[in-house]
T-cell receptor, first 110, second 115 residues
């Protein structure tokens, strides 16, 4: 049973445009939702989070939106830069346990 | 501040052999996590330590996997005997008390190939 799903395995975007990465979840007990970024041969690094009681959190070029009724969250990157090319994981936090989605590979073309 | 260290970075073994991975968390981080990331999937938590005690090992296949953190600092994860399906990247992460549990810092991982 996949509690967190990222249905798009890859996304290609032109530099300067908006990147939108999507994530769906089934576990209503998640307290927080997070996005992690992973470069090849490195561990994931924390990017941005949102509390389950919020619907939006913004940090510079990154904004996460949460739609609890649809059990859906999205990460917007504006403007996208070539250095943003990486694999992005969304994750839900239930207590102390993080459950990750399968990841979306973002490619930002110059 | 030094990050989470893991070794080895790569390991190739034959099925039914044993293997061990080592992790040194960030200094002062009391919580340590081991994750398994199979190709094309997200990391899956295997075990979580708070100092030298186990907080959660519900997803650890205990018939072949074991982990310890004897002095509350370094940790080792062992697989004995290995199966083909254990081929994955094994990630270690740590976090500090007083911070949000999702503020986990990951090491670079150990890529295990079982042939």
């Amino acid at each position: 049973d996949q509690q967190v799903k990222q249905n798009s395995p890859s996304l290609s975007v032109q530099e300067g445009r908006i990147s939108i990465l999507n994530c769906d979840y089934t576990n209503s007990m998640f307290d927080y939702f997070l996005w992690y970024k992973k470069y090849p041969a490195e561990g994931p690094t924390f990017l941005i989070s949102i509390s389950s009681i919020k619907d939006k959190n913004e940090d510079g070029r990154f904004t996460v939106f949460l739609n609890k009724s649809a059990k859906h969250l999205s990460l917007h990157i504006v403007p996208s830069q070539p250095g943003d090319s990486a694999v992005y994981f969304c994750a839900g936090l239930d207590g102390n346990m993080l459950t990750f989605g399968g990841g979306t590979r973002l490619m930002v073309k110059p | 501040e030094a990050g989470v260290a893991q070794s080895p970075r790569y390991k190739i073994i034959e099925k039914r052999q044993s293997v061990a991975f080592w992790c040194n968390p960030i200094s002062g981080h009391a919580t340590l996590y081991w994750y398994q990331q199979i190709l094309g999937q997200g990391p899956k938590l295997l075990i979580q330590f708070q100092n030298n005690g186990v907080v959660d090992d519900s997803q650890l296949p205990k018939d072949r996997f074991s982990a310890e953190r004897l002095k509350g600092v370094d940790s080792t994860l062992k697989i004995q005997p290995a199966k083909l399906e254990d081929s994955a990247v094994y990630l270690c992460a740590s976090s500090s008390p007083g911070t949000e549990p999702y503020e986990q810092y990951f090491g670079p991982g150990t890529r295990l190939t079982v042939t």
